[in-house]
């Protein structure tokens, strides 16, 4: 039992583990899903390239977890998509991850569609009782926006060594009444983000502008980041239109 909530956890989105504690519990560091997580959702079901495709890969939290189906539906014929096997979480575990989730042996990308924010932004107390330990008022910040912005550069500076295209998703927005996460700060943080991509000329996929203002429709339920499954499709159509535009510019 405590291994199925620990797994529901990881996957939520903002719950935040030291590394070990992920590994003594049977799932990958850094952020992934078992493999019978893996095997139960689509998001991580096996994908058989087809060699006249170019490959695109994924990265990102549990919001790009949510949409990785659809894009993948949405880009038969066009791509072979791919993600990371879990949850990125924030952007020390994704510098943490990086090498492993670009190992050459899995082959070369031509785009990588990435994304950071929630996690980072996240406030959590030990002491809180709430899902991930969510606690804004008492809790510690997980990142600044400068630490985050910092993280960023490292992190693309390693994803260029891929030659591949690189693309950026701004993060979703903070809905009001979310615990452990502030209003607003969603701004700030996509703010320090698209710095970092100008300077690196790095195109951005606008996810926040497609949900600002549509919390209340496709918000899984008050106060969450997530979305429901008719969200999960509106966010899929904007990945897939911006991941198919910058391949067909690039080939």
Do not use: M, Q
């Given at each position: 039992m405590r291994r199925l909530v620990l797994i529901a956890l990881v996957l939520s989105g903002c719950v935040l583990f030291p590394l070990p504690l992920l590994a003594q519990k049977g799932v990958t560091t850094p952020g992934e899903a078992s493999e019978k997580v893996r095997k139960k959702n689509s998001a991580f079901a096996k994908v058989v390239?087809?060699?006249?495709?170019?490959?695109?890969?994924?990265?990102?939290?549990?919001?790009?977890?949510?949409?990785?189906?659809?894009?993948?539906?949405?880009?038969a014929g066009v791509a072979n998509v791919h993600r990371i096997p879990g949850n990125a979480g924030h952007t020390g575990m994704g510098l943490k991850g990086l090498d492993k989730w670009?190992?050459?042996?899995?082959?070369?990308?031509?785009?990588?569609?990435?994304?950071?924010?929630?996690?980072?932004?996240c406030y959590r107390n030990p002491k809180s009782k709430t899902q991930g330990n969510r606690d804004k008022i008492n809790g510690t910040l997980t990142h600044t926006p400068e630490v985050y912005a910092a993280n960023l550069e490292k992190i693309v500076e390693r994803l260029k060594k891929t030659k591949a295209t690189l693309v950026f998703a701004t993060t979703t927005p903070v809905p009001e009444g979310e615990l452990g996460r502030k209003l607003g700060d969603d701004k700030f943080y996509n703010e320090a983000a698209l710095a970092v991509m100008k300077r690196h000329e790095i195109p951005v996929t606008d996810l926040h502008a497609v949900m600002n203002g549509q919390m209340e429709a496709y918000g899984k339920a008050p106060g969450d980041v997530h979305f429901t499954p008719e969200g999960a499709e509106v966010l899929a159509e904007a990945v897939a239109t911006a991941i198919r535009k910058h391949l067909e510019t690039t080939n």
């Open positions: 390239d087809d060699p006249a495709l170019p490959r695109v890969l994924l990265i990102g939290d549990s919001i790009s977890i949510s949409y990785t189906a659809a894009t993948r539906e949405k880009l670009l190992d050459p042996k899995k082959g070369e990308w031509d785009l990588i569609h990435f994304n950071w924010g929630l996690w980072d932004l």
